[in-house]
């Protein structure tokens, strides 16, 4: 986390320093990130008092100010523009919530588009040296159909322990990618701790311990390995972190049913078959597997699990509400994406 902004060498593009605004900024992950690639943040907005509570803890030289976007967008730049600083380079990034475009969501995905065209008119209004927008993936359709440039990343490109995929929007930069597909940060990467606490032998392996996959039709099946990036951190609705499980399974053979039934209806190999159709019968294994809930993740873990190690939390239920916590942190911008956005400046 920055402490210090004057540690950092200024971020400039050509010749001029960077200022960024970060409106919908949430907990501030993405003024987490520009700080970070050097950049200064000369404003940050949210309409949600917890979270401009944690964005002043842990950016307390930022302007942070609760304002409620959505309505005259002249006011809003006039607001704006109180902030910036003359011959600067000026980039704007806007995270509009995306609970109505998630695919965890009911709602209908139009109900969530007012925040983005409104973001998108005062992007235009503006005109900013360069710009960014970030959502789920499903807006991704609506962006295409409105001609909109945009990029999905996955934030486990760019060094976070987690398979984090989501819309950017945006012109003049180039998020360039850090790591490879052999080069993912695991989750036991991240939290070492967790190697010595839960005595992990052997990650990868399904008889080993595992993360939950949190969101929308989740399963323990989509649980992944320690070894690995974590599935995508789901801040809607959270009461508690990620949980982790220890699987167990035991493998019998086994001849598949050609039937349009479950696979419980096929056999042992030690029986005879089902009845032989005009399709070729399956070898496969079949087993039992028995997931045991172990504990779960710790805010402090899952902040680490965004990319955001070191990320202070407004003391819980005292001034924020747990659940808030857990709101903020997995709806927030992993910052070295953000990082990468900024020093990806044209």
Not at 12 to 38: I, M, P, T, W, Y
Not at 107 to 119: F, I, N
Not at 257 to 266: K, N, Y
Request: glycine share 8%; aromatic share 6%.
């Amino acid at each position: 986390m920055v402490n210090d902004y004057l540690m950092f060498r200024p971020l400039k593009v050509g010749g001029r320093r960077v200022q960024v605004v970060d409106l919908f900024c949430g907990g501030g992950g993405f003024s987490e990130g520009a700080l970070n690639a050097g950049a200064t943040v000369v404003l940050s907005i949210d309409a949600w008092q917890p979270a401009v509570i944690t964005h002043q803890l842990n950016h307390p030289q930022t302007p942070c100010l609760k304002f409620a976007l959505g309505d005259s967008i002249p006011e809003a730049a006039a607001l704006i523009r109180l902030y910036l600083k003359a011959g600067w380079h000026f980039h704007l990034h806007a995270s509009p919530p995306c609970q109505a475009l998630s695919n965890a969501s009911n709602a209908k995905p139009e109900d969530g588009l007012g925040l983005v065209d409104w973001t998108l008119a005062l992007i235009e209004y503006m005109k900013p040296d360069s710009w960014s927008l970030e959502n789920v993936l499903p807006l991704g359709k609506y962006l295409k159909q409105r001609e909109v440039p945009f990029e999905k990343l996955n934030a486990a490109h760019f060094g976070v322990p987690q398979l984090r995929k989501r819309v950017f929007a945006g012109e003049g930069w180039v998020a360039k990618e850090s790591h490879s597909n052999e080069e993912f940060v695991s989750v036991l990467d991240a939290l070492p701790h967790l190697n010595g606490e839960l005595n992990v032998v052997n990650p990868g392996v399904i008889e080993e311990f595992r993360l939950e996959s949190m969101g929308a039709n989740a399963k323990r099946s989509r649980d992944s390995d320690l070894g690995e990036p974590s599935r995508t951190i789901c801040g809607s609705g959270n009461q508690v972190g990620a949980r982790i499980f220890k699987h167990t399974l035991n493998m019998v053979g086994a001849a598949s049913s050609l039937s349009r039934r479950a696979v419980s209806s096929d056999v042992n190999l030690d029986a005879p078959s089902k009845t032989v159709t005009n399709q070729t019968p399956i070898l496969r294994a079949i087993g039992e597997t028995k997931a045991v809930r172990v504990r779960s993740l710790t805010l402090e873990e899952t902040s680490t699990l965004q990319g955001w190690p070191g990320m202070k939390i407004p003391d819980t239920p005292h001034v924020i509400k747990k659940k808030e916590a857990w709101q903020i942190i997995g709806n927030m911008v992993c910052p070295p994406v953000a990082k990468a956005i900024m020093e990806g400046l044209k």
